[in-house]
């Protein structure tokens, strides 16, 4: 489909490009969200990180979506485990005929997550419609939020009270090198790798090497 207008175009490519700025500084924003959807009703907008797993939200933003909307599109995608979008769709135009919901990495088996964009297509028939606005940033958009739930879990997570030297201990640890191997490769005495290991035992409260290595693959989405 062709974007007849010039100007929509290069708002599109501006987005796109407010995107990937975003992705490489970690920065998207609910500020972001609303700019880069200028073809979209400001009034129903609503964006969420999805767990596959579990389908619980990982990360949202809401622009007047209300919160019972929120709980009743939530729960209808429980109700269908994601498995139709059309589903989905038709819970949306129910409410409103101009609703629409847009999804991105939901049927790609190597991604844990679907980023979901609930939105209200305002345009008319002689411009490009949000329906199809949205399919040109929605892959920028689910990295940006991948990205942004990295950020919050590095940050929550007790591993950012290591220090620099024990954080590379763990990372040799969750490689499945022994303490006498790490000592060997960092140069430093099996001894002050037990002392780092014990520290950093304490630190993430973790109860064996086990316990800290999950924590730390955690992390790696």
Not at 101 to 108: F, V
């Amino acid at each position: 489909m062709f974007l007849g207008c010039t100007e929509e175009l290069s708002s599109i490519l501006k987005a796109i490009e407010l995107l990937k700025t975003s992705i490489k500084d970690r920065s998207f924003d609910l500020t972001i969200f609303e700019e880069v959807m200028f073809f979209a009703e400001k009034e129903a907008l609503y964006i969420a990180l999805i767990d596959k797993s579990n389908l619980s939200v990982k990360t949202d933003y809401s622009i007047g979506y209300s919160p019972n909307q929120q709980q009743q599109l939530l729960k209808t995608i429980n109700c269908t485990k994601l498995n139709n979008v059309n589903l989905l769709k038709s819970y949306a135009k129910a409410r409103n005929p101009l609703s629409d919901i847009a999804t991105y990495d939901l049927d790609n088996q190597d991604s844990g997550f679907v980023t979901l964009v609930a939105f209200n297509n305002k345009r008319s028939n002689t411009s490009a419609p949000a329906s199809y606005l949205i399919e040109l940033i929605l892959p920028y958009l689910h990295k940006a939020q991948l990205f942004r739930y990295e950020s919050m879990r590095a940050f929550n997570s007790p591993i950012h009270l290591l220090t620099g030297r024990e954080k590379e201990v763990l990372d040799w640890i969750s490689s499945g090198k022994t303490n006498g191997e790490i000592g060997m490769i960092l140069g430093i005495s099996q001894y002050t790798v037990k002392n780092h290991v014990a520290k950093i035992l304490e630190k993430l409260n973790a109860p064996n090497r086990s316990a800290a290595m999950a924590l730390n693959n955690e992390l790696n989405i």
